[in-house]
């Protein structure tokens, strides 16, 4: 069974830095799959933030691309983001997911999420 | 980017009874890039249609996927009380590269 776990810190502080990490498990980031991060939130719901593939080429939401970045450990089969500048508008619920691809747009495997709040 | 507009907001049914949801799109979708979520308080988003029609693994065939260009529906034959839940449409455009959600259908079982 495939398992995505985020983690990373419940509270950042304005204009600070966020990075998470998503572990893998039942999967191997070096396959077909596709390897996002999302965010859902009361005031802006289902938020695509970015996307990579294990050989390196992301792709990112046009609205956040100066301040994000998401990158591949493969050594850990984990995958990172990293998101610069935080305002209060950032504060959310960060999900990362398997896009299993394969022709289809299919998110089929989802972490728990983790809280993020962005306050002094 | 692509707008993707759900009615009704709100359902509210009886077990038994079919549900009709509906995903509009600002601009023509492809087929293989249009999927279905649903979200129950507290958990993540489950994966429930990909591809417009095709059911996920696991899901019951009391759920069916419709649809093409900027029209698709999301139809629940014979409503469960675990039916109550949020459901989100979902699109993938390439140029650029972007996922887009509907803002939600929240389905409640009367």
């Known amino acids: ?120 | 980017e692509i707008v993707l507009t759900q009615s009704p907001g709100t359902l509210s049914l009886s077990p038994g009874e079919r549900a009709t949801l509906f995903c509009r799109a600002s601009q023509s979708v492809r087929s293989t890039y249009l999927a279905w979520y649903q979200q129950k308080p507290g958990q993540a988003p489950r994966l429930l249609i990909y591809g417009t029609s095709i059911r996920a693994t696991g899901i019951p065939d009391r759920f069916s996927g419709s649809g093409s260009g900027t029209d698709f529906t999301l139809t629940i034959s014979r409503l469960e009380p675990e039916d109550c839940a949020v459901y989100y449409c979902q699109q993938y455009g390439r140029s650029p590269p972007m996922y887009t959600f509907g803002q939600g259908t929240n389905l409640e079982i009367k």
């Open chain 1, 1 to 120: 069974q495939v398992q995505l776990q985020e983690s990373g810190p419940g509270l950042v502080k304005p204009s600070g830095t966020l990075s998470l990490t998503c572990a893998i498990s039942g999967d191997n980031i070096i396959g077909e799959s596709w390897w996002s991060w999302a965010r859902q939130s009361a005031g802006k719901g289902l938020e695509w933030i970015g996307e990579i593939h294990h050989t390196g080429n992301p792709n990112y939401n046009p609205s956040l691309k100066s301040r994000v970045s998401i990158s591949v450990d493969k050594s850990k089969n984990q995958f990172s983001l990293t998101l610069t500048s935080l305002t209060a508008a950032d504060t959310a619920l960060y999900y990362c997911v398997r896009d299993r691809s394969g022709g289809f747009l299919r998110w089929d495997v989802w972490g728990h999420g983790t809280t993020v709040t962005v306050s002094s």
